[in-house]
Nanobody, 120 residues
Framework: QLQLVESGGGLVQPGGSLRLSCAAS????????IGWFRQAPGKEREGASC????????NYADSVKGRFTISRDNAKGTVYLQMNSLKPEDTAVYYC?????????????WGKGTLVTVSS
């Protein structure tokens, strides 16, 4: 079965940090752009960040710019989202998704998500 698997979510205090990981099962994600999306309770899913297949291009939503860093290690077949200075409004389920490029809207594969809760 072709799927993405996220890990690294959890409970963290405001101002803290977490690192999320995204790995592929049944295929290699090395040929795909990978986006991180998030969906907060009662809100629509939104894009947070994206990285091109070779890591040469990244983008960030204004809400996370300067606090989140996306990276990838194609030797390990893993994409990371380093989240620093976390705020309560960052609480959401975080999903990774495989895309043909960061400039396209279509998603080829979704993960099932990992919950991040920012609370004191």
């Amino acid at each position: 079965q072709l799927q993405l698997v996220e890990s690294g979510g959890g409970l963290v205090q405001p101002g803290g940090s977490l690192r999320l990981s995204c790995a592929a099962s049944g295929f290699t994600l090395n040929y795909y752009a990978i986006g991180w999306f998030r969906q907060a309770p009662g809100k629509e899913r939104e894009g947070a960040s994206c990285i091109s297949h070779n890591g040469g291009y990244t983008n960030y939503a204004d809400s996370v710019k300067g606090r989140f860093t996306i990276s990838r290690d194609n030797a390990k077949g893993t994409v990371y989202l380093q989240m620093n200075s976390l705020k309560p409004e960052d609480t959401a389920v975080y999903y990774c998704a495989a895309k043909s490029s960061c400039d396209t809207d279509g998603v080829l594969y979704w993960g099932k998500g990992t919950l991040v809760t920012v609370s004191s």
